[in-house]
């Protein structure tokens, strides 16, 4: 009898854990098909799946207790975040009309404007920004904004999604939407799955309006600003073969050890990549005071110099090193030039 106790409840426990297994399966499938089905009139549905799954990532979401209460503020903060990234840093178009874009990327534009007056033409992330008190209060206001546009625009429509099973609980006028506890866990556990997925479509979506290299790079903001710091002290050792006395490539002068940089000539957040052909020795504020975002037309001739100077040295190496195969490469095909003149136009 108490066997058959046992057996029973096992029974139970297994019952309840493989509905829950199938409810999460159902849960992940129906959020990977709203995420291949983002509109691509606007990114605004990409952006709002990415910041449920760092907003969740966050949170400790304990034992399941209900539905969770997920404010839509932060989420907002968020998205705000992402676009400054992908538009005023990378300038991507997030939108068929470049010249109506969506209204949060406008917003976000004149945020940026307006924080560049009297500073450095110069890309900043958000994370790098410093805001200034009113730069803060119109942030603020456009997070609002961002916020109301999740609410009435994305979040409602994604509702209907969900394969006729209301995952995602949204009252109108309220600040919070509910999500239940299995499919807040459900995300958590395919963090990895979802974010790769946003990524993909987020970044195919993208390429329909624009042409600047490494888009899906560039869409996956966080990885490429850890790739940005990582040192290009690897590079010294070419960079030493072709100007040993390490003089600047703007002003010319000799550089002291301790003022001694790597830069990019066409701007990293362009490229979003570090090239042989386009990094130079500069004093630390050569560059910005000189050149401001973008080489002039003087400085590109100087360092296509550089690199047939630098290619002579190397010339014995194409074949067998990376670094130097890539310089003959961007010789031949004019990397230079060709990507300056793209980054004019974008
Ligand atoms: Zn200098």
Redesign the pocket.
């Known amino acids: 009898m108490q066997k058959q106790e046992f057996l029973s409840r096992w029974l139970e426990i297994i019952k309840k854990s493989s509905a829950l297994m199938i409810y999460k399966q159902n849960f992940i499938s129906s959020m990977l098909g709203a995420i291949r089905n983002c509109s691509p009139r606007h990114t605004y549905d990409t952006a709002w799946a990415r910041s449920v799954v760092d907003v969740l990532d966050g949170e400790n979401i304990g034992p399941d207790r209900g539905d969770l209460e997920i404010k839509i503020k932060p989420m907002a903060e968020k998205v705000i975040k992402y676009y400054w990234d992908q538009t005023a840093y990378f300038g991507l178009v997030q939108g068929p009309n470049p010249l109506k874009q969506p209204e949060l990327i406008r917003r976000v534009r004149d945020l940026t404007k307006d924080y560049h007056k009297g500073r450095p033409a110069e890309p900043v992330t958000f994370e790098k920004a410093s805001f200034n008190p009113f730069q803060k209060e119109k942030l603020e206001e456009h997070i609002d904004t961002a916020s109301e546009i999740l609410k009435n625009e994305v979040i409602p429509i994604y509702l209907h999604r969900g394969n006729g099973e209301q995952y995602v609980k949204y009252r109108k006028g309220e600040d919070y939407m509910l999500l239940p506890h299995a499919a807040a866990s459900a995300i958590k556990e395919n963090k990895i799955l979802i974010v790769e997925a946003v990524y993909y479509r987020w970044s195919q979506i993208l390429e329909n309006y624009n042409t600047s290299p490494r888009l899906n790079r560039k869409v996956r903001i966080i990885d490429t600003v850890e790739l940005r710091d990582r040192p290009l002290i690897s590079y010294k050792k070419y960079l030493d073969i072709e100007n040993p006395d390490h003089l ?6 000799p ?1 002291t050890n301790e003022d001694l940089f790597i830069n990019h000539v066409l701007p990293w957040s362009y490229l979003c990549s570090d090239d042989i052909w386009n990094l130079v020795y ?2 630390k ?2 560059r910005s005071t ?1 050149t401001g975002s973008l080489p002039s037309e003087f400085f590109v001739v100087r360092l296509e110099k550089r690199n047939r100077s630098l290619l002579e040295k190397l010339k014995s190496y194409v074949e067998t090193d990376m670094v130097a195969g890539a310089l003959q490469d961007s010789i031949n095909r004019g990397l230079v030039r060709k990507n300056w003149v793209h980054c004019q136009e974008k």
Do not use: K, M, P
């Not at 600047?248 to 002068?253: K, L, N, S, V």
């Open positions: 600047c490539f703007y002003c010319g002068q550089i500069t004093h504020n050569c000189i």
